[in-house]
């Protein structure tokens, strides 16, 4: 007797690989980065941290909710939190606590969960969030303070620290500028590169973070390692922060080169704002950036060109954001030119034609 059977769908592989599993991991690399950091900036960015994240939760509940939709597993999948960490580490670490609110609105409401979800958002949903805090509240973003490390002399307590975030004022004394900030204030006002330069901490200092920044501005080697351990648990390939970092170092490079009074070096510029934040963390999202390792190597390309020209020619010091937002909007025209040929199809998905023999 012969049994007919119909097949539905193709076959399927499976992996211990999660969407959970997946955000955990990314979480666990940023874990060292933001705990020194927290402990660098004091009890006011421990509290923005907290708010930021936990609005973004509650950002995605209420969109769950909204739609219909039950909560779990999707608020369980670590998408929310990761989001709201990474918006988190785009702020000024004295920012006051609205922003983490309404940060977590314009990352999950707009930048998510408006085009149906995890996976079907076109853009960066942390980075639409700090584009939007930074074009509607300039002030407030770019408020920066310099490191006071929790438990040391001058470093606000606790009481103190709930005041400055959910009071929102910085006390006197505590400003300072990022090393981005300061050059382009130093170039708006007349000073040299090299005389900007000059007042800042050394690579060293920068790179270890004793600077002002964001929690993802500052430690740029503590944020580099949870890269490298990105790449060797292969969440991510080399193939987008490589691109990216390359192109803004050679970028800067020869900008110094050509007018060393105008452009700062390639080492400044990737040591300097959120490049590596960026490369390892923002640019490698896998929803909105290319699937081949072509089209990776194109995106991270675009995004360190666009970073150099945004930081050395328009009105913002730090370009990283908007650069990865451009080139979030080319991802789908990247795919379709850069998408691998399948066995037996040509690249633009059409049968290859029989051949004879020979």
């Avoid at 702020?91 to 149906?116: D, E």
């Avoid at 050059?183 to 200092?205: E, F, R």
């Avoid at 949870?226 to 390939?237: A, D, H």
């Amino acid at each position: 007797m012969m049994i007919e059977t119909a097949t539905t769908s193709a076959p399927y592989t499976h992996s211990a690989a999660s969407v959970q599993k997946t955000m955990t991991t990314v979480i666990l690399a940023l874990v060292p980065a933001t705990a020194f950091n927290l402990y660098l900036f004091g009890w006011p960015a421990v509290f923005l941290f907290a708010v930021t994240v936990g609005a973004c939760a509650a950002m995605e509940g209420l969109a769950l909710l909204i739609s219909g939709r039950r909560l779990m597993p999707t608020l369980g999948d670590g998408s929310a939190v990761l989001t709201g960490w990474l918006l988190a580490m785009t702020l000024p670490p004295w920012a006051p606590w609205w922003t983490g609110v309404l940060g977590a609105v314009f990352a999950i409401l707009l930048g998510k969960q408006i085009f149906g979800g995890l996976g079907q958002n076109l853009f960066n949903p942390a980075m639409v969030a700090r584009v939007a805090l930074l074009v509607s509240f300039p002030v407030a973003m770019t408020s920066w303070v310099a490191p006071h490390p929790l438990f040391w002399t001058g470093t606000p307590g606790f009481l103190d620290a709930l005041a400055i975030t959910f009071g929102g004022q910085i006390p006197d004394g505590y400003s300072a500028a990022t090393a981005l900030g300061l050059v382009k204030t130093g170039l708006s006002m007349g000073q040299t590169v090299s005389q900007s330069v000059g007042q800042l901490p050394d690579l060293m200092d920068m790179g270890l973070g004793l600077r002002a920044g964001s929690l993802g501005e500052t430690s740029a080697l503590l944020i580099l390692g949870g890269g490298l351990f990105l790449i060797w648990k292969k969440v991510i390939t080399w193939h987008v922060p490589a691109a990216m970092l390359g192109t803004l170092f050679v970028a800067a490079t020869l900008g110094h080169l050509a007018n060393p009074e105008r452009f700062t070096d390639g080492a400044f510029q990737i040591l300097s704002g959120a490049a590596f934040l960026g490369a390892f963390f923002i640019a490698t999202d896998y929803v909105t950036s290319p699937v081949s390792k072509t089209g990776q190597l194109i995106f991270g390309f675009g995004v360190g060109l666009l970073t150099w020209i945004i930081r050395s020619f328009a009105g913002y010091p730090e370009g990283v954001a908007f650069a990865v937002l451009l080139m979030n909007s080319l991802t789908p025209i990247i795919d379709q030119y850069t998408r691998p040929r399948r066995f037996g199809r040509t690249r633009r998905g059409e049968p290859l034609a029989p051949q004879g023999d020979k």
